[in-house]
C-alpha cells in the first residue's frame, strides 16, 4: 500500500474551526471517528477551538455534551441555524464528515443548505465514495466536490474513483488513513485471563451488527476450524445496528444464534451484545489472536474496525473489500474470496497452527499502524485545514453587473394556445396535464400591455386570448373567478382561491389603464366592475393584489366609487394585519414569510402614494425595507426568501427553493419605492434582483435562457430546476419591462434633480 507522503505543514495562526458530523453518544461509525478527531486535533493543537455540530441520533439531546450543537437531520430549519451560528462564531475554516445516510433530503441534500449559507473554506471527508451513484447521491457529491477546497479520502482507489468518475483534480485530493489509537502490540495471553479466555484461540470480528458484515460466512467457518483446535472461540463484539434495531429488531443477531445452534458451534462462538467504550475495545482487541472482517460489500473504502485492528498489530484475514485489498497489502494480512467459509477457515487455521506467521503478520500490521495514529491524522488535517484557509473558498462566484435583457415574448408564446397559457413546462416544452390557470393567465394579460417590442397585430392577438380565458373564468353564479382549467377547457373547480381572484381583478386594472387597445381597456373595466360589486377578499396577497388593481383603476378614471373603496379598505386591512403580528424583530404582516412577499408593501406604498395616505406610505417603506433586508445574503446578492421557509413563525427565512416569482415582486416594489421616494436605494436593491435571473446569487448560476426568452423554475442547493413554467417565464419578461421604467425613471430623476444624479 502506497501511504502518502508527510504533507507540507503550512505554518498557520488557524484557531477556530467548526466540525460538521455525528457524535458520541451516537452509535455509529461516523460518530466514533467524529468523536475521536476532535479529541485527536484538540491534544495536538491545544490552541484551537473546535465547535462539533452533530446530527441528532435517537438519543436524548441532555446525553450529548453540553458544547455540542445538535441538528435534526430532517429540518432543513436547523441546517440554516447551524449555518448562522457558523458564520457568526468566527470560525475559520469548516471540516465536514460526508457519508451518504446521516443527513436528511434526496440523497442526503440537506447539508448543502448548510454549506451554501456559509463562505468559509471547506475541507471534506468523504467516507463512501460511489463509482455508481444514483442520480441523487451524483448531484450531492458533485456539488459537495465543487464547493470544498480540499477533499480527504481514507485509501487510494477513494482518490482514483474521484478522478475517474467525478473529474477532480488529483492535487485537491490527499488520502489520510482511517486514525488508530495509540496502544502496545502485546501477546494476548497477557490479556486473555480478564475475560475468560486464558485457553482458547480467540477469533474476533467487533461493530455494529449488519447484515452486510458477513459474520454468517466467519460461523459457517467454525466447524472446520474447530475440528482442527477444539479450543477456538469466535467472538462477535458488538450491538445491532440502531437503524437496523428499528426496523427489525433483533432478528439478525437471532438468525446468528440459530445458526451456531444448528452447526452444532455454541461453544465455538459467542456474542457480546453491547457497545463497548474505547478503553475496553481496545482491550478485547489485544486479547485476540485473530481478527477477522467477513465484510460482503466490495465497495467499501474506509473501515474504522480494520483500521483499528491493524494499528494494534493484529494478524487479519479479510474478505477483497477495497479498503482491505490497500491497508492488508504487500502481506500485510490474508484476503480471502467473499462468501467463501472454507477459504476462511483455511486461513484462520494456517495462521493459529503456525505461530511465526502468526507472529510475522502481527509485528508488519504494528508497524504500518504507526503511520495511522490519530496524531498523524490530526497532523495532516490541520495542514488541510490551513491550506484551505490560505485559498480562495472554493464555491462559484457571482456574475459582473450586467444589462437589462431585452424582453422576449418567444417564451411565453411556446407555452400559450388559442385557449390561454399552460401553467407548467417539463425542461422548455409546455406541459398539457396541468393544463392552464387563471393566475398565469392575468399575468401574461399584463404583460401584453407592457412589452416594448411587440408588433400590433400579435399584440392584439395575445391580449384577446389572455382576456378571454379572464372572460371564460368569471362565474358569476359563484361572484368568483375560477382558477384551475384542464387541458379540454373543463374547470377543475367553481371558484379559485382569493389570491387568484385578487390576481384576475389586478390584470382588469391594468388593462384598463395600460392597454394600447381602447377596446381591451373597455373590457378590462367593466369586468373590474362586475367582479367589484360582488367579490370580497380578506388575505393580505389577495388584499395586495385588489389593492393594485384598484390603484390602476383610479388612474384610468379618477372618480370610479369602487376602486377606491377596494383600494382604502384592503390597506386598512394590512395596517390592521401588521399591527397585531408586529414584534420588535418582526415588521411584517403576518407571522410567517410566503410568497410574492413584496406585494404587500408595494400595495401599500402604490395606494398610499396616489390617495396621499401617510401611514399607507410610511408602513409599506418600512416593511419593504423589512423584507429587503430578509432578502440579501451576507455577501451582499438577493437571496430571495425560500419556499422552504414557509409556515415557520417568526424565523428567519431560509435559502432554498429560490422562486423568480420572489425577484419580480421585489422589483415592482422597488420601482414603486423609487417613484414615491427617488432614494436610489431602491435603485440598487431593484438592480440586485434583477441580476440574480444573471447568476449574482447563491451559486452563480443564471436562471435566465438568453436566446430565447427563456427562465428556469427554480434554485435549488445544487443548481437550478431546469423546468421552465408559466410562472417564471413571465417574472422574467415582466421584470425586464419594469426594469426598464425604472432606469427610465432614473434618467428622468437625474435631469430633474442634477445635484442627485444616478448612474443608469
Not at 160 to 178: F, N, Q
Not at 185 to 198: A, E, I, L, T, Y
Not at 651 to 671: N, R, Y
Not at 707 to 718: A, T
Amino acid at each position: 500500500m502506497k501511504l502518502n507522503a508527510p504533507h507540507a505543514y503550512f505554518p498557520s495562526s488557524l484557531q477556530h474551526i467548526a466540525l460538521i458530523g455525528n457524535s458520541a453518544p451516537r452509535r455509529c461509525g461516523i460518530a466514533t471517528f467524529t468523536t475521536d478527531c476532535r479529541e485527536a486535533l484538540q491534544a495536538a493543537f491545544p490552541q484551537l477551538r473546535i465547535d462539533l455540530y452533530a446530527m441528532k441520533g435517537t438519543e436524548e439531546a441532555d446525553a450529548y455534551a453540553k458544547d455540542i450543537h445538535l441538528l435534526d437531520e430532517q429540518d432543513t430549519g436547523t441546517y440554516f441555524e447551524a449555518a448562522k451560528a457558523i458564520e457568526e462564531s468566527g470560525a475559520e475554516a469548516i471540516w465536514l464528515q460526508h457519508e451518504f445516510g446521516i443527513f436528511g433530503g434526496s440523497g442526503g441534500d440537506f447539508i448543502l443548505h448548510l454549506l451554501s449559507h456559509t463562505r468559509l473554506p471547506l475541507v471534506t471527508t468523504f467516507h463512501t465514495v460511489l463509482e455508481h451513484p444514483d442520480a441523487d447521491q451524483r448531484r450531492v457529491m458533485n456539488a459537495l466536490l465543487a464547493r470544498s477546497g480540499r477533499i480527504m479520502v481514507m485509501a487510494e482507489r477513494g482518490r482514483a474513483i474521484l478522478r475517474e468518475t467525478y473529474g477532480t483534480a488529483d492535487s485537491r485530493i490527499s488520502v489520510i488513513p482511517h486514525g488508530v489509537p495509540d496502544r502496545a502490540c502485546v501477546d494476548p495471553g497477557m490479556v486473555k485471563p480478564r475475560f475468560g479466555w486464558s485457553d482458547r484461540e480467540v477469533i474476533l470480528t467487533f461493530g455494529l451488527l449488519a447484515p452486510d458484515k458477513g459474520i454468517d460466512t466467519m460461523i459457517r467457518a467454525m466447524p472446520m476450524i474447530a475440528a482442527r483446535h477444539p479450543d477456538a472461540l469466535y467472538v462477535v463484539l458488538g450491538a445491532t445496528h440502531p437503524n437496523l434495531l428499528r426496523t427489525e429488531g433483533e432478528t439478525y443477531r437471532e438468525q446468528l444464534h440459530a445458526l451456531s445452534r444448528d452447526l452444532d458451534v455454541e461453544r465455538h462462538v459467542t456474542f457480546v451484545d453491547r457497545f463497548v467504550a474505547q478503553d475496553e475495545l481496545l482491550d478485547y482487541l489485544q486479547a485476540a489472536d485473530i481478527y477477522v472482517t467477513p465484510y460482503l460489500n466490495p465497495a467499501q473504502i474506509t473501515s474504522g474496525t480494520l483500521s483499528y485492528a491493524v494499528g494494534l498489530g493484529k494478524p487479519v484475514v479479510s474478505t477483497p473489500y477495497l479498503h482491505a485489498t490497500e491497508i492488508l497489502d504487500d502481506d500485510h494480512g490474508i484476503l480471502v474470496p467473499f462468501r467463501d467459509s472454507s477459504a476462511m477457515a483455511e486461513a484462520v487455521s494456517g495462521l493459529l497452527l503456525n505461530t511465526r506467521t502468526r507472529l510475522a503478520y502481527s509485528a508488519r500490521a504494528y508497524e504500518r499502524g504507526r503511520s495511522m495514529l490519530w496524531s498523524e491524522l490530526a497532523r495532516k488535517t490541520h495542514a488541510l485545514l490551513a491550506a484551505a484557509c490560505a485559498e480562495t473558498p472554493a464555491r462559484l462566484s457571482p456574475r459582473p453587473v450586467e444589462t437589462i435583457l431585452t424582453p422576449d415574448a418567444s417564451a411565453i408564446l411556446r407555452m400559450s394556445d388559442p385557449t390561454g397559457m399552460f401553467q407548467h413546462g417539463t425542461l422548455a416544452v409546455p406541459d398539457r396535464n396541468h393544463g392552464y390557470c387563471t393566475d398565469d393567465n392575468a399575468r401574461a394579460l399584463i404583460l401584453m400591455h407592457r412589452l416594448p417590442a411587440l408588433d400590433d397585430p400579435e399584440r392584439d392577438k395575445w391580449t384577446a386570448v389572455y382576456a378571454a380565458f379572464l372572460q371564460h373564468a368569471w362565474n358569476p353564479a359563484r361572484g368568483r373567478f375560477r382558477n384551475f382549467m384542464r387541458y379540454d377547457r373543463s374547470w377543475c373547480e367553481e371558484e379559485g382561491s382569493e389570491d387568484s381572484c385578487g390576481r384576475a381583478l389586478w390584470a382588469l386594472g391594468v388593462t384598463a389603464r395600460e392597454s394600447p387597445f381602447a377596446k381591451y381597456r373597455e373590457w378590462g373595466l367593466r369586468l373590474f366592475e362586475t367582479a367589484a360589486d360582488t367579490m370580497t377578499l380578506e388575505s393580505p396577497r389577495a388584499s395586495a393584489f385588489a389593492m393594485l388593481g384598484a390603484i390602476a383603476v383610479l388612474d384610468a378614471k379618477p372618480d370610479h366609487v369602487a376602486a377606491r373603496y377596494i383600494a382604502e379598505s384592503a390597506g386598512t386591512r394590512l395596517l390592521a394585519l401588521l399591527d397585531a403580528a408586529r414584534r420588535p424583530d418582526w415588521a411584517w404582516f403576518e407571522t410567517v414569510l410566503a410568497y410574492d412577499n413584496a406585494r404587500l408593501p408595494e400595495a401599500l406604498l402604490a395606494v398610499g402614494s396616489r390617495l396621499q395616505n401617510t401611514a399607507f406610505v410610511e408602513n409599506g417603506l418600512a416593511t419593504l425595507r423589512w423584507i429587503v433586508e430578509r432578502q440579501t445574503s451576507s455577501a451582499g446578492h438577493f437571496r430571495p426568501v425560500g419556499s422552504e421557509s414557509f409556515g415557520r413563525h417568526y424565523k428567519h427565512p431560509l435559502p432554498f427553493d429560490q422562486q423568480p416569482l420572489e425577484a419580480h415582486a421585489t422589483i415592482e416594489a422597488c420601482l414603486v419605492a423609487f417613484e414615491v421616494t427617488h432614494d436610489r436605494h431602491w435603485l440598487d436593491v431593484g438592480r440586485s434582483c434583477y441580476q440574480w435571473f444573471l447568476g449574482h446569487n447563491d451559486l452563480g448560476t443564471p436562471l435566465a435562457t438568453r436566446n430565447d426568452g427563456g427562465c428556469f423554475d427554480g434554485l435549488n442547493p445544487v443548481g437550478t430546476n431546469r423546468n421552465q413554467g408559466a410562472e417564471s417565464l413571465l417574472a422574467l419578461q415582466l421584470s425586464s419591462c419594469a426594469m426598464i421604467r425604472l432606469s427610465k425613471l432614473a434618467e428622468l430623476v437625474a435631469e430633474e434633480h442634477p445635484a442627485e444624479k444616478l448612474s443608469a
